[in-house]
């Protein structure tokens, strides 16, 4: 009887696709195909942001497992669940925020929400898996398990033979409903068990190294369309009146002054990179209409958003 993971050690199409991208010299983030919500973003120097909706129809998915596409252009990326990265055969090139390190077969990268990496395979023969966890359950896991993970960037892990764990997830993802996706949760429990138990510990990376200000900037920026100093200040436990005091102290910035900044650099990047309405770039950076979004871009920049569009498509 074949594996389910089999399928994992030979090219799909998106990758041959990518491959003759990369033996062309194109191999750019431009080319990484990305839902319409983030691809303007999708420059080699810019950050993207994915939620899981990006790779699951699930919105409310708490395990997916997918094998990393080999030769898929490197680009700059965070996301707002847990990932796992697992190298089955040949090797990976990770860089965490600057940190660039190799991971081989057996190695597994844990990998904590809202740190920007990108993850590189340039060859046919690597097979690397990703499994996404939601934060609430991974948080639940390592507090009932004791790893003290949640309190890390990242940890790597070595010697470890998950395939029989993820052979049972992929036959989890065949099935599809409501038992499949409680039994997907158990299996990802069996996994960090596992990693506890025979895991030879590489490397770690405490969060406390990870800046105070790109802490800030990193929070704000992940939840652009409906940040408030309300809700960030609940994020870090924080009176309102403190963070407010913290963010001018730690940033030489008001909190309203570097959100309607960020929401301004994002809405000419999708003014630039796009050709979606106004109301849909409002809704996309945060305003509630595109009058708001036209009156603050013009109060902004001293022009409309689109004359800015006019001049940079030129």
Request: aromatic residues 10%.
């Amino acid at each position: 009887m074949s594996r389910l993971l089999d399928e994992f050690y030979t090219l799909s199409d998106e990758e041959k696709y990518y491959r003759s991208l990369y033996m062309e010299g194109r191999s750019r983030a431009e080319f990484v195909n990305l839902p319409s919500q983030v691809e303007a973003a999708a420059r080699l120097e810019e950050k993207i942001v994915l939620a899981s909706s990006y790779y699951s129809k699930d919105d409310d998915a708490s395990v997916i497992i997918l094998k990393h596409p080999n030769y898929m252009p490197l680009y700059l990326h965070s996301h707002r669940f847990v990932e796992m990265n697992y190298v089955l055969r040949g090797s990976v090139r990770e860089n965490i925020e600057g940190r660039t390190f190799t991971l081989g077969k057996g190695n597994l990268l844990v990998l904590l929400p809202g740190f920007y990496h990108s993850i590189g395979v340039f060859d046919d023969e690597t097979a690397a898996v990703n499994l996404l966890v939601s934060r609430d359950l991974f948080s639940f896991l390592d507090e009932r398990f004791d790893m003290h993970l949640s309190s890390s960037s990242f940890a790597v892990y070595g010697d470890l033979d998950l395939e029989n764990e993820l052979e049972d997830l992929l036959r989890e993802d065949r099935i599809s409903d409501e038992v499949s996706r409680m039994k997907k949760e158990v299996t990802a429990a069996s996994i960090l068990l596992k990693v506890k138990r025979e895991g030879h510990l590489e490397m770690r990376a405490e969060e406390c190294r990870r800046n105070e200000v790109y802490r800030i900037m990193s929070y704000i920026e992940e939840n652009l369309k409906d940040v408030t100093l309300s809700s960030f200040s609940a994020h870090f436990n924080l009176c309102e009146q403190y963070a407010s005091r913290m963010i001018k102290e730690k940033t030489g910035e008001l909190f309203s002054s570097i959100v309607r900044r960020l929401r301004m650099e994002a809405s000419c990047r999708l003014l630039r990179n796009s050709r979606i309405t106004l109301k849909e770039i409002a809704y996309n950076v945060g305003y509630s209409s595109a009058e708001q979004f036209s009156r603050t871009f013009r109060d902004y920049y001293d022009m409309t958003p689109g004359e800015y569009r006019k001049r940079t498509s030129l």
